[in-house]
């Protein structure tokens, strides 16, 4: 169920009848369709009639608090766009809004332990950890395993610098395997992660034969410029592109 609270701001000389009457609420009908849960949102808008009615905003900023997007929970979250450009004149005509021209957003965000937690529960996010984590296990192990591989009784912690992410498989057999992953999580480029000093070990044994250090490729949208691990939280501050 989506929970939203939602605060417009204008910044203009004289009120924008285009934004208030048309813009504001597609605007806002938008997020919702693209959160399942979003607390305390504030919405900055910039812009008079005359670049509105050409489909241009030169500024939104947004704040919010608790947010779900696609499964991954989320603390905090801060965003800002320039030059955004949309279908203004069928926004006017009650039609959705679109987004007409790629543009990039910058922000921060904030994801607590407790948030990585519940978002390992989400069948996207267990589903990304699975992939991640089959090509490091040996073919034999691979093969004892109930299929599709499912993770059970998934937890993590954030420490500084360092992320551990504990789970179990199910066996053939209906035995539950524990598996622990321990890893450095820092910046290798403004488009991948490195996991360095990473270890793995699944029962007893941790001496799989695999890279201690893996790099994570985020793809050309996205440029981050500080990914920040304390103790119970991990902060990341970056931009990605936005597309129609």
């Known amino acids: 169920m989506l929970l939203i609270r939602v605060e417009m701001k204008y910044q ?137 591989i499912k993770l059970y009784d998934q937890k993590a912690e954030i420490s500084i610098g360092n992320l551990s992410i504990f789970a179990k498989v199910m066996s053939k057999f209906g035995e539950k395997i524990p598996i622990n992953l321990h890893t450095d999580l820092k910046l290798a480029t403004s488009c991948k992660l490195l996991l360095d000093n990473l270890k793995f070990q699944v029962l007893e044994h941790s001496n799989y034969d695999f890279s201690n250090t893996i790099k994570i490729d985020l793809g050309s949208d996205v440029k981050l410029q500080e990914l920040t691990l304390e103790s119970g939280q991990l902060i990341c501050q970056g931009s990605l592109i936005v597309k129609p």
């Open 12 to 148: 203009q000389k004289k009120k924008s009848r285009i934004i208030s009457i048309f813009l504001s609420p597609a605007l806002q009908f938008w997020l919702q369709s693209q959160l399942e849960q979003v607390e305390q949102l504030k919405v900055y808008i910039e812009g008079s009639d005359n670049q509105t009615i050409q489909g241009k905003i030169p500024l939104v900023s947004i704040a919010a608090s608790n947010v779900i997007f696609q499964g991954l929970h989320l603390t905090e979250v801060k965003l800002s766009a320039t030059s955004i450009q949309i279908n203004i004149g069928q926004v006017m005509k009650g039609k959705p809004l679109k987004i007409l021209k790629s543009f990039p957003i910058f922000g921060q965000i904030k994801l607590l332990q407790s948030d990585l937690n519940i978002s390992l529960e989400s069948g996207l996010f267990a589903q990304a950890i699975i992939e991640f984590l089959t090509p490091l296990l040996p073919p034999y192990f691979l093969e004892s395993l109930e299929q599709p």
